[in-house]
């Protein structure tokens, strides 16, 4: 059976098996001789069918809670973020619409870096992310077609990037808003994460800044 993400949750519409594995059963449909899902949950397979677990509990995500997703796309003034699900306190908390960061115009790849790091303190979404970032954000509204989202906050910024050049991992450098290819030696500069390559930790963070909400 297939798994689409971390949580090992399916979406209705997702294929999860063939049809031959097993008989469709609770919350699964076959065509064309495979089964979908036909609603959230994980899937299951016992007894030579296949069915969908949904009994725990799939919410949307909040304002101000901190979300991870990937950068999909850059249309100049708004950057488009694919957010990632999130198991967390035996609820998994589903994105079932994009994120979005406003790009300030200014805040474009002006100026030297460490003239850009002064002028751009206490400044939102400065300086730069690309598509393909992995980025860690805070939800400023949930309100309408879109999460509005924030990286303002030390934690928040950019987790993981890869080099535009040659696709190797980025690593940070001496200077907070460069990231460096050790491949190419290709510097790039974006709004780094003071969590950086630690998914561990921003996961650990999310966490606990929902228990801190929920409080
Ligand atoms: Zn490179």
Not at 47 to 62: A, L, N, P
């Amino acid at each position: 059976m297939e798994e689409n993400n971390q949580a090992g949750l399916v979406f209705p519409g997702d294929r999860i098996a063939m049809e031959e594995e097993g008989l469709p059963y609770s919350n699964t449909y076959a065509e064309n001789g495979e089964i979908y899902a036909a609603a959230i949950g994980k899937p299951k397979a016992f007894d030579g069918k296949i069915g969908i677990d949904s009994k725990h509990e799939v919410v949307g995500f909040e304002r101000g809670m901190y979300v991870v997703g990937e950068i999909t796309d850059d249309v100049k003034s708004v950057m488009f973020v694919k957010i990632d699900q999130l198991e967390m306190n035996g609820k998994v908390y589903v994105a079932l619409k994009s994120g979005k960061i406003i790009i300030k115009a200014d805040s474009r790849g002006r100026g030297p870096p460490h003239m850009r790091d002064r002028r751009d303190h206490g400044m939102p979404e400065a300086p730069q992310y690309k598509v393909g970032d992995i980025v860690l954000a805070t939800i400023l509204s949930a309100e309408g077609d879109t999460y509005l989202l924030g990286l303002r906050d030390r934690e928040c910024g950019v987790i993981h990037a890869k080099c535009e050049f040659c696709n190797t991992p980025l690593v940070p450098g001496d200077n907070p808003g460069v990231l460096y290819c050790t491949n190419c030696r290709h510097a790039e500069r974006r709004k780094v994460s003071a969590m950086y390559n630690n998914l561990k930790d921003v996961i650990t963070f999310i966490t606990g800044k929902k228990e801190e909400m929920v409080q």
